[in-house]
T-cell receptor, first 115, second 112 residues
Framework: DTAVSQTPKYLVTQMGNDKSIKCEQN?????MYWYKQDSKKFLKIMFS???????INETVPNRFSPKSPDKAHLNLHINSLELGDSAVYFC??????????????FGPGTRLTVL | DAKTTQPTSMDCAEGRAANLPCNHS???????VYWYRQIHSQGPQYIIH???NNETNEMASLIITEDRKSSTLILPHATLRDTAVYYC?????????????FGQGTILTVHP
């Protein structure tokens, strides 16, 4: 069974469109994250949610809106897509984000291409 | 948050041990050292973590110096499938709430 899953794996869309990426974890973790990996391969955190509550919100355009319907799901909705949004987006989860022994487990990624 | 420094790239022959160094000279007393790797086009994969004692699991060993300012990840018998980018990260815990800082990592290439 996949611990952290994301859909879709690939997403190709036009500028200006609105799209969503879904993430689910079956590990029973309390915290979920979204990371962005750009063309230069740097992996940067965007958001984290703990028990459906937003904990980390990095400097991300407000076109990006995470939504957590329950603690097993964290979806990422992106409005008015721009060329610069093209990247690979990774979802992750962990048990206790406040612990220095907390281990994050990552999903397989969603490659978003904006044309 | 403690920063880490790693070599940009390393090579290793298949079947030999791969030793990947990491400097984290500003690490605090309760911060753990974590290692992840990212195989091409996949999500980062957890490998191992430690505080001050050496650690070993089925994937690798982690050697942390006594002053905790540096560490080495050891893959005892590297295979072609171990070719990946390896990230050394200091997990601050506490009010950082899981905000991990991934650097550029070390590109490990295992060759036949």
């Amino acid at each position: 069974d996949t611990a952290v899953s994301q859909t879709p794996k690939y997403l190709v869309t036009q500028m200006g469109n609105d799209k969503s990426i879904k993430c689910e974890q079956n590990l029973g973790h309390d915290t979920m994250y979204w990371y962005k990996q750009d063309s230069k391969k740097f992996l940067k955190i965007m958001f984290s949610y703990n028990n459906k509550e937003l904990i980390i919100n990095e400097t991300v355009p407000n076109r990006f809106s995470p939504k957590s319907p329950d603690k097993a799901h964290l979806n990422l909705h992106i409005n008015s897509l721009e060329l610069g949004d093209s990247a690979v987006y990774f979802c992750a989860s962990s048990q206790d984000s406040g612990a220095s022994t907390d281990t994050q487990y990552f999903g397989p990624g969603t490659r978003l291409t904006v044309l | 948050d403690a920063k880490t420094t790693q070599p940009t790239s390393m090579d290793c022959a298949e079947g030999r041990a791969a030793n990947l160094p990491c400097n984290h000279s500003t690490i605090s007393g309760n911060e753990y050292v974590y290692w992840y790797r990212q195989i091409h086009s996949q999500g980062p994969q957890y490998i191992i973590h430690g505080l001050k004692n050496n650690e070993t699991n089925e994937m690798a060993s982690l050697i942390i110096t006594e002053d905790r300012k540096s560490s080495t990840l050891i893959l005892p018998h590297a295979t072609l499938r171990d070719t990946a980018v390896y990230y050394c990260i200091v997990n601050p815990g506490g009010t950082s709430y899981g905000k991990l800082t991934f650097g550029q990592g070390t590109i490990l290439t295992v060759h036949p």
